[in-house]
């Protein structure tokens, strides 16, 4: 069996063959298994494929919205396999996403380093030209140069706000002139939001949207008690339910046009945390399936 061949149509939720007809089904899973610009503890390009596989022990059926998103139609796409840099993945990112918004599917990349993340935000501004990109990370991401390349995933929310309006939660670490370009209004962080008595830190976010958003989830956004296994962790990030309940009130206000969940760096013997991702994709799911996203 190839690499290739383990990413098939029904693989995310390892679905039938009726709920993952490439043609009919509403969302499409797109694996960027990508690692080239990490600097600290390589091996996000095994993210994907660890998330895809834990993700056939995820329960159908969600809780609280009492759905089961996938009978809307999941299809899993054949991963972007791709070695040269990045603003080349870039491009072929963009490409393979914009594809998939003209045939009216929701896409959802599996990273791979942040990095992945720009073409689908490109391919999505291109689309909207009223695009928000939500970001959900522990890091600022906005310099205009890491390391010699402007597509560094250290570049990502730099790239976003050159063709759309951006908002940040749940940051905690940033270079120094990265402060100097942050809206204040427009970024929420994490000690922010661990000393906020209500969710008025959410108000400030959803106040900002736009009519269309891309969500981009940097795992190191959570806390890493819930998800150790990524390439820098960053201590006193944000919960499970708080990330939800920001997603769900960002749902209910605007589009969510497409999605993904990077920097999942799986570590030998610990397989929690490939879990926790593969739940958030569905849960994420269920979020825009309640809000009406696929009628």
């Not at 908002?167 to 942050?182: F, P, T």
Request: charge should be negative; glycine fraction near 6%.
């Amino acid at each position: 069996m190839t690499f290739k061949d383990k990413f098939h149509p029904g693989a995310f939720l390892d679905l039938p063959d009726d709920m993952c007809d490439p043609d009919d089904s509403a969302v499409a899973i797109l694996p960027v298994p990508y690692d080239a610009t990490s600097t600290w503890r390589k091996g996000a390009d095994k993210g994907p494929l660890a998330i895809v596989e834990a993700s056939s022990q995820v329960e159908w059926y969600d809780v609280e919205t009492g759905l089961e998103v996938c009978r809307r139609g999941i299809t899993t796409l054949h991963p972007v396999l791709f070695e040269g840099p990045p603003d080349a993945l870039a491009r072929i990112v963009r490409s393979r996403v914009s594809d998939l918004l003209a045939a009216r599917k929701l896409p959802v990349l599996l990273g791979g380093e942040h990095s992945v993340s720009i073409g689908a935000i490109q391919a999505c501004a291109e689309r909207y030209s009223d695009l928000t990109t939500l970001q959900i990370d522990a890091h600022g991401d906005t310099r205009e140069v890491y390391h010699d390349s402007p597509y560094n995933h250290a570049c990502v929310m730099a790239r976003a706000r050159e063709v759309s309006k951006i908002l940040q939660v749940g940051i905690r670490a940033v270079e120094a002139s990265e402060m100097e370009k942050i809206d204040r209004a427009r970024c929420v962080f994490a000690h922010e939001v661990a000393r906020s008595r209500d969710d008025s830190w959410i108000d400030r976010i959803v106040d900002h949207l736009t009519p269309h958003t891309y969500l981009t989830i940097d795992l190191d956004g959570f806390d890493p008690s819930l998800i150790p296994a990524t390439g820098t962790p960053e201590p006193g990030g944000l919960t499970w339910y708080q990330v939800l309940t920001l997603i769900e009130r960002v749902a209910h206000r605007t589009t969510i046009v497409g999605f993904d969940v990077v920097e999942l760096c799986p570590q030998a013997g610990e397989h929690a945390s490939a879990f926790v991702a593969a739940k958030l994709v569905n849960r994420v799911l269920s979020v825009l399936d309640a809000s009406g996203r696929f009628d």
